[in-house]
């Protein structure tokens, strides 16, 4: 049976609810990483990357490979920078209060 869009839509929403998830994301619009570059920037214990790396892995919005030995992770599509991209708008119109910038030293032109 097939899953309505709307529920369809409401689970990518859910995958989205965490900021270490969204902060992974961000960090691999910019390209692959391996797991101990994104451990340096996402300030979480490395289990807890592993976990939300595991829920991103299995809602498909991430792909994992090997690479000399380590794990490397990248976005399995495009489309995704554009939803980032997407909140970010959104943000700056309902909510100015809120920093838009990426990181220190970040450019607007970031998800």
């Known amino acids: ?3 309505p869009l709307y529920q369809a839509k ?27 570059e994104l451990r340096d ?23 994992s490979t090997r690479r000399d030995g380590e794990v490397v992770y990248s976005i399995s599509v495009p489309e995704v920078r554009d939803l980032l991209l997407a909140g970010r708008r959104i943000l700056a119109q309902l909510a100015p209060e809120v920093d838009l910038e990426w ?9």
């Not at 920037?41 to 792909?63: D, F, G, T, Y």
Request: glycine share 4%.
């Open 1 to 3: 049976m097939a899953v």
């Open 41 to 63: 920037h996402v300030e979480i214990e490395p289990s807890n990357l592993s976990q939300q790396l595991s829920v991103l892995r299995k809602a498909q919005m991430v792909v």
């Open 103 to 111: 990181a220190a030293g970040s450019t607007a032109s970031r998800p």
């Open 10 to 36: 409401a689970e990518l929403f859910r995958t989205l609810g965490h900021p270490a998830r969204i902060r992974i994301l961000e960090l691999l619009c910019e390209g692959p990483h391996a797991v101990h």
